[in-house]
């Protein structure tokens, strides 16, 4: 596609809800990555894809969070028993793989906790 | 760790002058450097991408330096407008290690143009 695509834009979740956000990357784009950002922060790394293999998720802050993207294509952040702490926006971001490349972000998913 | 700081975090200017936003970073070890910009409720936009083997980069009314051993870029934004109200993020990429897929950002600068 012509961009990075994010759903659900909003999802409210109950605190202890399981929740999955969607990442469509660029077709072509080898490397994909998720990001959290808390209100009035910069984004923090939470995890890295090269084609379908996690190359790093030492940013996940909880064995609640669960990534995968199993055909090196779309992406699935997964959050169970979620808890307030989680509210944030979380934006996906792709690139073609290279050191050299830049990052194109999606619009990101504003969860919030209730 | 990667340390990147901003500053200042907020201007407000009239509409018109030139402006320069600062990024400083700790490790000095960086693969590239990039610029983006987010509105409001949105992701975020590249706008400058530098690799550390270059002093800057110019998109039309925005010029990025970088100082790579000094640990510092700034971006410089030329007879602002309102459209630019937003705010400006600056983040680093490692060449190497086993961060090399990461990028640190700061926290931003959120810039407000009036008429």
């Known amino acids: 596609g012509a961009g990075v695509s994010q759903s659900p834009r909003y999802k409210v979740a109950k605190r202890g809800q399981d929740v999955a956000l969607r990442c469509d990357p660029i077709?072509?784009?080898?490397?994909l990555f998720w990001y959290q950002q808390a209100l009035g922060q910069g984004p923090e790394f939470l995890t890295y894809f090269q084609n379908e293999a996690q190359l790093d998720k030492s940013g996940l802050p909880s064995d609640r969070f669960f990534a995968e993207r199993p055909e090196g294509s779309v992406s699935t952040l997964k959050i169970q028993r979620t808890q307030q702490e989680d509210s944030a926006v979380y934006l996906c971001a792709s690139s073609l793989g290279g050191l050299g490349y830049g990052y194109t972000f999606g619009s990101g998913t504003r969860l919030t906790v209730v | 760790k990667q340390e990147v700081t901003q500053i200042p975090a907020a201007l407000s200017v009239p509409e018109g002058e030139n402006l320069v936003l600062n990024c400083s970073f700790t490790d000095s070890a960086i693969y590239n450097l990039q610029w983006f910009r987010q509105d409001p409720g949105k992701g975020l936009t590249s706008l400058l991408l530098i690799q550390s083997s270059q002093r800057e980069q110019t998109s039309g009314r925005l010029n990025a330096s970088l100082d790579k051993s000094s640990g510092r870029s700034t971006l410089y934004i030329a007879a602002s407008q309102p459209g630019d109200s937003a705010t400006y993020l600056c983040?680093?990429?490692?060449?190497?290690?086993?961060?090399?897929?990461?990028?640190?950002f700061g926290r931003g600068t959120q810039l407000t143009v009036w008429p």
């Open positions: 983040a680093v990429r490692h060449g190497r290690g086993s961060t090399l897929g990461r990028l640190y």
């Open positions: 077709s072509g784009h080898v490397s």
